[in-house]
């Protein structure tokens, strides 16, 4: 019996202890079906033959003969020692319940193994279609199903297609474990390039964003902190192989890196960086206004919009692609309101265009006419002003950052830069400031100096 024990650990690759806990159910459910239920047995094949016990206690008065007997010692423990039927029939009961057991222990540490892998990259055999949903094949011959809902549905594959996938689910059921596998989510993306991109997968890159159109288009925001590093160009890779495995892995999807920046003006350049920016600005309604060439427009939209849609979910903003020749009757328009507003407040048509072209305020007040008109224009930049600063409070801004001597309207480049307060600038030189946020250098000489000063 003990090499048959031998050949059948060996058979289905079970420990020793696995296999005690098995024969022990074995012979327990071999004695239930002879004598009944309610025993309490023991199994003991230390000293390599089977020795199989009857456990009684010791009692003053027995309620249940099946695990109590009288005795003085109350409360020992008495062995008894059991005469097994070797027959070949109970033979044949004893393996085929272990059989039974010991295929509950394998699924269970089949679900035990695959339970810690899930979020895990597999490489996987596509078995055969079960109506909308792909049966698929692991190493090992187990199997696992890509859901219709999970999978992307601009796929086709072919039973023997080599495919990758994440484990995202596994269910345990009477057949054993059910693995549930996915090929849209950004998570599966990000185990996709690190499985494809050693730089990636040693932490060299990080990806940062993920925005997918899955089965048409997919953009990945990327950045490292080592200065030497060239980020697209490892993972594009010499001559492009690396993308060109990538794309073929995601059935021709197109693939776009982008270089992560922290300012949204440069990260929204480096997302259009096969595309001439003419302006970029703020509009509380539309969100970011991207203006690009009427001969690019289309190509920074992107088919049915999906190139900009896609954009705007990697930044996580809202924005609003405008045509330059469109952009430039609204800036008419735009224009022309504004003109007619300074009318309002009693200054001429040639003073309201000295404003609206954004000359210098001294020399605006110096070409006035009279007091009257000098009064209005004073009047206006001051309401401008505690306009402006009264918008860049709300947008988180410190309005008292922003001295007499500046011009006001810099918030707005500010506010663009995500620069809000004198801890934000005060680590910018001139230069710095005035690359980054396109403020005239004398503006921020005046605004620096006086944040070192104040603050």
């Not at 005690?20 to 003991?44: R, T």
């Not at 090992?140 to 484990?167: A, M, N």
């Not at 020399?363 to 007091?371: A, H, V």
Request: glycine share 6%.
């Amino acid at each position: 019996m003990m090499d048959i024990i031998a050949n059948f650990m060996y058979e289905h690759g079970i420990s020793h202890e696995e296999v005690y806990s098995a024969l022990s159910y074995a012979f327990e459910k071999m004695w239930e079906k002879l004598y009944g239920p309610g025993y309490k047995m023991e199994l003991d094949i230390s000293n390599g033959d089977f020795g199989f016990y009857r456990i009684l206690e010791v009692v003053d008065s027995v309620e249940d003969f099946k695990t109590q007997v009288n005795g003085k010692d109350f409360g020992s423990i008495i062995k008894e020692r059991q005469n097994l039927d070797w027959s070949q029939s109970s033979v044949n009961e004893i393996l085929r319940v272990l059989k039974d057991r010991v295929c509950e222990i394998k699924k269970q540490r089949e679900y035990d193994f695959y339970k810690d892998q899930v979020d895990n990259l597999f490489n996987v055999v596509v078995k055969r279609t079960v109506g909308k949903n792909l049966e698929v094949r692991l190493a090992g011959g187990y199997s696992g199903i890509i859901p219709w809902k999970l999978s992307v549905q601009r796929e086709r594959f072919q039973p023997g297609d080599k495919i990758k996938c994440r484990l995202t689910e596994v269910r345990f059921n009477l057949e054993g474990s059910q693995l549930i596998f996915e090929r849209r989510s950004p998570e599966f993306i990000e185990l996709l390039l690190k499985d494809m991109i050693p730089e990636i997968s040693n932490e060299i890159v990080v990806v940062k964003k993920v925005a997918r159109d899955a089965g048409v288009a997919l953009k990945v925001l990327l950045h490292s902190d080592e200065p030497t590093v060239n980020v697209i160009g490892v993972c594009v890779g010499f001559g492009g192989k690396r993308r060109m495995m990538i794309m073929k892995e995601l059935c021709g999807e197109k693939v776009d890196f982008i270089l992560w920046k922290k300012q949204l003006y440069q990260q929204i350049l480096s997302c259009f960086h096969k595309i001439p920016i003419v302006n970029i600005f703020n509009n509380d309604e539309e969100g970011v206004c991207v203006v690009i060439p009427h001969d690019k427009f289309g190509e920074a939209l992107g088919a049915g919009g999906r190139n900009v849609s896609l954009i705007s979910r990697l930044l996580e903003t809202k924005i609003k692609l405008i045509d330059e020749e469109d952009f430039k009757e609204r800036e008419a328009k735009s224009r022309e309101a504004e003109i007619s507003n300074l009318e309002t407040y009693g200054i001429s048509k040639e003073i309201a265009e000295c404003i609206i072209n954004c000359e210098n305020v001294k020399d605006i007040i110096n070409k006035t006419q009279s007091e009257e008109e000098k009064n209005s224009v004073l009047e206006y930049f001051h309401n401008l002003r505690q306009e402006y600063l009264e918008h860049f409070h709300n947008m988180g801004g410190d309005p008292s950052i922003i001295p007499e001597e500046v011009d006001f309207k810099i918030c707005e480049n500010l506010v663009e830069n995500n620069l809000r307060n004198a801890e934000d600038l005060r680590e910018f030189s001139p230069q710095e400031l005035s690359y980054l946020t396109k403020i005239p250098i004398e503006q921020c000489l005046v605004l620096l100096t006086y944040i070192n000063e104040a603050f």
